[in-house]
């Protein structure tokens, strides 16, 4: 490999903006393309090339990052990438889509002579503004080692998985088991809460046993202030486990749990909870018990320990 | 109340015996049963005094633990104590039954003037043996307070949750959230490994992530070595969630996951499992899915990060 | 046996009057008693003698009829009637209960030479009424055939199922079926519904396919009506499927789908539908899916066939 | 229209092909292709006209019926019609596929002034040879009345269900409510078996009563004869579980019962059941609950009624 590659990055929302911001501020020459031109102007401001289409990056950029919605965004915007992308190239895919819709979109690169690889992050907002996030990497190995580099600049822990998919299938074990962690949270604490213990004695006393999660942690104290802001949203937590159902049915294996959580998400989502964070799930439980998990408790004592 | 008080203790299990032992290291005068006579016979060499039967520990203690199977040993036991025990006396139950069978109970011994309390315990044997446990206690605040240095003797969290039944509700609400954090992993990671990924590729990913959690860092290494020595037993598990689902029952608090849990634990139990950790729980899923759990996986790659 | 034995009846709810009105109908003599003495003293206008107690049916008869609410009813009149049945007697538990508690309670009675049989009936209101209830029963051979002649005033079906506990294992597993039965028809209609097809046409297609059923015929008209007053209350058929999940426990038989719809009429009763029609368990999914299975539905096409 | 049309058939499988012949007896001119021509070389014995290519079908006949395998079947067929047919004409597809897949394909039918309706079908293999078939269809009402007399060749029960996808919808729903008729069933029965009552015992039981089922009565006879020959293969019920899923994720309808079945049915397809009778699910429960629902029982009674 001579010097540095030309770079592309398709998608500036939520994540993709702080992402493609963090390139340039490592010295990366990139061009940067979403659908509100506005977000790519913005970039301009920082040094990027704004293009006026995928097929545009395609041409100018030989390592071109795609930070998108869904599995449908991702083939439309290949669609234009196959047309302009020279081979040798390579193309690094860091949306959360279905496994084999990743691997049915690589193929076709790799038919052309460019790299694929699937490289979903987690790490969130927050993650993706400081450069911290968690990068899962799944494709050849040979183009994993090529773009170390840029994902060094937008995040801290790397992890190469395996062949095509395999980041993806990492990324979204990860969601069903958070998903699950929450589910666990919900029917505790709203049962203990109905039951009349304060919900932070319960945290309290949790976090003092095997049974404590970073996730609770998290999670409990935006539940108490009814605060559902999204950090990660109900709609997407809800994609995601539909994924993996997918997967699980490509793959022979029954996820009787992750398939109730997700009919349970679904209804939260299906009464307008999709644009919340996740926790709101909660409310769908709370309704049906008829109580709220928030403090204070009437008559719930003082804990001590 | 003046000076330390003859103390009692019935049942010298896994849990009961070092919990008793504890309590003689510390000083402290005891009476122990057990319905084994070898066991108390062994701590008379630490200093107990073994009783013949229940009534006779009611009637020597005034501050009475008992450490038993379930909540039908804890009524047996109960009866002939209600026989023998003196008003002022104290009963302090660290058996993990329903909360309504030990308000049932309580309640008798209340109405002879006798306090009672529930004060279930988490930690496992390695936290009895060392007098690390966590004690989460509910019935009267001034019971609760006549019986704190005993219990800090036994243990190093203690958490006062409220009336009678409170403790119970507290170290249930976290069996349940352990348990369904089991559930979580043992799909996400069946699922993994049936695509291919190496299971401590997922976990050291999963560390890495919001989703991490102690309990599957504890379990995960088991399932791998395929060592379901009981830390804490399938079959007790399953008793706890079904004690959870009755009280989801009695509050009106559907549990969904938390019902399908139980039916996949009791699916295990009812295969021969229940005397195993209650990570042989997995077993069920990798039978349905033809996978296991295991390393190393062929050709699946080293991890980098 | 010589002759018509002197009987007597325990329970004159919906059920047990009109049971018991068809037995002196039939032209036996009955001694009857109820908690609330107004509905006994009604029957005594049709010949029965009135008790001021159980014990004193106990005395008075020799062929016994209970036809109480739950396991905690049975038991208690149980106790007492323990007290003063003679024996030679034989007493006919109507009540449908745990087989569990049946077993037990009925062993009571045997050790003291008194038979005991489970014999939970269906049919509703209605069939208690018209004398055309069926009766499944369990027990010792000889006894069953003793009553015979007493279950024919009251039914037209009677089953002999084997030993205790039979009857009511076999009647529970109807109302488990007939229960998974309804919740199919509720995703099932509520989808229909959402996706714009009327519920009659539906209904109309479904009947004409090996689909179809017979509680479904009967209970789609109501919930199109929006009427749901008790035919079998939503609190008893939530109860019913706790014993069969009880059930299933100690027998070792995983039952996912029905402990799932457990919790889901247990969030109905929660949700104050426990008086009302098990139908009413509809309205938990219609309320998660904002749809109503009601007609007219707007721009509905008049089905042909 | 005046006189009969030009008919073309698609798709000669177990049930396409008795349904062509069915077209031909009845003296229409059809022209048809099977992947596999052989299948299509015999019924040009029965004065069938054999297509080379699904395009010359399209170049053929005017009213042109589809009956094959999946979603992607039909889109790729579609793709091929849509090069031929002449504005005009009238495609009917007979597959049971994803209503929203089945109204993409309708709608560039429409566009191009070619008429589409989704028409699924009950009935089986036996239902498509002798001509008894129940047909739903979906599409606009003038299209409907145009193939009336073509479908009555081929079946007995026509139901016009109203705009696109409504056939499917209500095809799929009747699925959905027999998946969980037999899944009520398989709890009912494994558990009753394992308790010690004979399933033709309980079979009688539950005949007298409001839940029985024209399914169960179906289903349980090659249960007891462990014949799982398909009727209705488990994969095509799976497949058609994880449309409704897809259904109730997009009109925001939670079906969590259906979840679960499909789960369960998912563990027994890939334990290689997925070509037997979906009847075949039921020994997923047996395995778990360790009995076989067979006869004869041990110890169990005659029955009488």
Same mark, same amino acid.
């Given at each position: 490999?001579?010097?540095?590659?030309?770079?592309?990055?398709?998608?500036?929302?939520?994540?993709?903006?702080?992402?493609?911001?963090?390139?340039?501020?490592?010295?990366?020459?990139?061009?940067?393309?979403?659908?509100?031109?506005?977000?790519?102007?913005?970039?301009?401001?920082?040094?990027?090339?704004?293009?006026?289409?995928?097929?545009?990056?395609?041409?100018?950029?030989?390592?071109?990052?795609?930070?998108?919605?869904?599995?449908?965004?991702?083939?439309?915007?290949?669609?234009?990438?196959?047309?302009?992308?020279?081979?040798?190239?390579?193309?690094?895919?860091?949306?959360?889509?279905?496994?084999?819709?990743?691997?049915?979109?690589?193929?076709?690169?790799?038919?052309?002579?460019?790299?694929?690889?699937?490289?979903?992050?987690?790490?969130?907002?927050?993650?993706?503004?400081?450069?911290?996030?968690?990068?899962?990497?799944?494709?050849?190995?040979?183009?994993?080692?090529?773009?170390?580099?840029?994902?060094?600049?937008?995040?801290?822990?790397?992890?190469?998985?395996?062949?095509?998919?395999?980041?993806?299938?990492?990324?979204?074990?990860?969601?069903?088991?958070?998903?699950?962690?929450?589910?666990?949270?919900? %029917?505790?604490?709203?049962?203990?809460?109905?039951?009349?213990? #304060?919900?932070?004695? +319960?945290? /309290?006393?949790?976090? $003092? !046993? &095997?049974?404590?999660?970073?996730?609770?942690?998290?999670?409990?104290?935006?539940?108490?202030?009814?605060?559902?802001?999204?950090?990660?949203?109900?709609?997407?937590?809800?994609?995601?486990?539909?994924?993996?159902? %997918?997967?699980?049915?490509?793959?022979?294996?029954?996820?009787? #749990?992750?398939?109730? +959580?997700? /009919?349970?998400?679904? $209804? !939260? &989502?299906?009464?307008?909870?999709?644009?919340?964070?996740?926790?709101?799930?909660?409310?769908?439980?709370?309704?049906?018990?008829?109580?709220?998990?928030?403090?204070?408790?009437?008559?719930?004592?003082?804990?001590?320990?």
């Amino acid at each position: 490999m001579a010097g540095p590659q030309k770079l592309g990055f398709l998608g500036l929302g939520i994540m993709g903006y702080p992402m493609a911001k963090n390139l340039l501020r490592a010295g990366y020459s990139v061009t940067v393309y979403n659908r509100t031109r506005e977000k790519a102007e913005e970039l301009a401001r920082n040094g990027a090339t704004v293009a006026d289409s995928p097929t545009e990056v395609g041409r100018r950029a030989s390592v071109i990052f795609l930070c998108l919605g869904d599995s449908d965004s991702v083939c439309q915007v290949a669609e234009k990438l196959l047309e302009s992308v020279q081979p040798g190239s390579i193309v690094v895919d860091c949306t959360t889509i279905s496994p084999t819709v990743s691997r049915a979109i690589g193929e076709r690169f790799r038919k052309r002579g460019i790299a694929f690889l699937d490289a979903p992050c987690s790490g969130s907002k927050a993650g993706a503004t400081k450069g911290t996030l968690t990068f899962m990497v799944g494709g050849d190995r040979e183009g994993f080692e090529r773009i170390g580099e840029y994902l060094r600049a937008m995040g801290e822990k790397i992890f190469y998985l395996g062949g095509p998919g395999m980041g993806l299938q990492a990324k979204l074990t990860q969601n069903l088991i958070g998903a699950l962690i929450f589910q666990a949270m919900a %029917e505790g604490f709203v049962l203990a809460r109905k039951a009349g213990l #304060a919900p932070s004695s +319960v945290l /309290e006393v949790l976090q $003092a !046993s &095997v049974a404590r999660a970073p996730l609770i942690d998290a999670k409990l104290p935006p539940v108490l202030a009814r605060r559902f802001e999204p950090n990660f949203s109900l709609k997407w937590m809800h994609k995601d486990l539909g994924l993996m159902l %997918e997967s699980g049915r490509q793959l022979g294996v029954p996820l009787p #749990a992750t398939a109730l +959580v997700h /009919e349970l998400f679904g $209804a !939260s &989502v299906a009464m307008g909870h999709g644009e919340e964070d996740f926790a709101a799930a909660i409310t769908l439980l709370e309704t049906l018990a008829g109580v709220e998990v928030s403090e204070p408790v009437p008559d719930s004592p003082r804990l001590e320990s």
